[in-house]
């Protein structure tokens, strides 16, 4: 989940998911959550599923030389389970998709191509219940579902290497080094990429928030959830600023954001909005313990 303050390179163009179609599911308790996500085109890109693929492989390559990753089943486990509620509320091909703890200097979820999903030791410090890690799961898997990554790396193949087509591994992998030491070099190429980036930045986050709304209540958990960990992590204090504020230049991304978020929110029926929020035992042991492990804390 990227806030305007942290961002990871290269990875995270339109959602998959218009917003929700309200029919069936039942939830929590006796309360029904009668919700679904509702699939629409995503961006153009010049990645075939294999070369998406490769290239998520070479990021995650990158990612786990530079970061601890955890190797304990007992934090999979419950990772997992709620991974899996969220996960079959999305097409088939994204039961691929394995979620990784990770040592991660910032308190931060990420994506890498889409099989992989990263969380921080310091997010999962965050989280204050297992709706809040449903929600984050489902933001991050409307980013993967809509090949976010393979269409932002495409338009900066295109931006800075001139280029429309990608081959093996290989070439991947070469384009990849090409492409940022282009930006590492040169400061018009920076300047390049990170228009590219930003031109999509808002309306990728925004349509992978409705998406973490969606899949969060369709899976059974609360959407208010995500909502309240976006306020906490952004620093926002519940101020989604206004139109009027947008009109002045006034109102930061963060707040628009978080806006938009709760206009999302009171679309979902009711008995949706008003599943509450709650910290089992089992999350606060499973997150006591990816706390004080001592090999994922040993960086």
């Not at 995503?42 to 990158?62: C, H, K, N, P, Y």
């Not at 990728?204 to 059974?220: E, F, I, K, M, P």
Request: hydrophobic share 40%; net charge positive; glycine share 6%.
């Amino acid at each position: 989940m990227r806030t305007a303050q942290m961002r990871v390179p290269i990875l995270s163009t339109i959602s998959l998911f218009t917003f929700c179609a309200f029919v069936g599911g039942t939830v929590r308790g006796q309360q029904s959550c009668s919700v679904t996500l509702s699939p629409v085109p995503t961006a153009a890109q010049i990645f075939s599923v294999q070369q998406e693929r490769t290239l998520g492989d070479i990021e995650a390559e990158w990612v786990e030389t530079d970061y601890h990753v955890a190797q304990n089943e007992k934090f999979a486990a419950h990772l997992n389970a709620i991974a899996g509620r969220v996960l079959s509320q999305f097409p088939r091909q994204q039961a691929r998709v394995h979620v990784i703890l990770i040592d991660f200097p910032a308190a931060e979820a990420f994506s890498t191509g889409p099989e992989r999903i990263y969380i921080s030791r310091k997010m999962v410090a965050l989280l204050r219940s297992d709706d809040e890690l449903a929600g984050l799961l489902g933001h991050e898997l409307g980013h993967i579902a809509t090949h976010q990554n393979a269409v932002i790396v495409s338009q900066l193949f295109r931006a800075i290497l001139g280029v429309s087509a990608v081959g093996d591994r290989k070439d991947i992998s070469e384009k990849l080094r090409r492409m940022l030491d282009s930006v590492d070099r040169d400061k018009a190429m920076l300047r390049k990429a990170a228009d590219v980036i930003e031109r999509r930045e808002e309306i990728n986050q925004n349509g992978a928030d409705r998406v973490a709304l969606c899949a969060a209540a369709a899976s059974g958990f609360s959407p208010r959830a995500y909502v309240e960990l976006f306020d906490r992590t952004a620093e926002t204090n519940g101020n989604g600023g206004s139109v009027l504020d947008d009109f002045f230049g006034t109102t930061t991304s963060n707040r628009r954001r978080l806006r938009e978020m709760k206009k999302a929110l009171k679309q979902l029926p009711q008995p949706c909005r008003e599943i509450v929020p709650a910290a089992s035992a089992e999350f606060r042991t499973w997150q006591a313990a990816v706390l004080s492990d001592p090999d994922l804390a040993r960086r």
